[in-house]
């Protein structure tokens, strides 16, 4: 029998699963945290990275200015995630069998945090994979 191997596509939607990153932080942290996390992120890293390009002299500070807006734009699908899944019961059913295991879930979505840092890797991957 044939086996079919996945995508490129599929693989890294299954290995930055962003969306299961916004249920287990409602299952561990709540809804209404992380909802205010997540709109401070995108508002808040907006705004300061506006306020650096304006104010900015030199070539670094357009730098980080514009990685500011990058990251801002990055909690944007987090945060429609946040808001689609809903509350803390919707978010255990996201994340099903992968709660047995609450160490190694956490772990494992606690890594993938760290892709959020990384300019408009979210919006990308949300967008192409919807």
């Known amino acids: 029998m044939k086996t079919v191997e996945p995508g490129p596509l599929k693989v890294v939607k299954r290995r930055f ?3 299961k990153l916004a249920a287990i ?3 561990f942290l709540g809804y209404k945290l992380v909802f205010a996390e ?10 300061l990275g506006i306020f650096v390009l304006f104010r900015g002299h030199s070539v670094w500070q357009v730098v980080l200015g514009t990685y500011l807006i990058c990251l801002g734009i990055n909690y944007v699908p987090m945060l429609a995630y946040t808001v689609s899944i809903g ?3 919707n978010a255990q059913a996201e994340l099903a069998v992968e709660l047995t295991e609450k ?6 979505y606690r890594r993938l945090s760290v892709f959020l840092l990384v300019p408009l890797l979210a ?7 919807e």
């Open 123 to 129: 919006p990308i991957l949300a967008a192409r994979g």
């Open 17 to 19: 699963d962003f969306r």
């Open 25 to 27: 932080d409602i299952v």
């Open 38 to 47: 997540y709109t401070f992120g995108v508002l808040f890293s907006i705004a």
């Open 103 to 108: 160490r190694k879930a956490m772990s494992k």
């Open 87 to 89: 509350n803390k019961q």
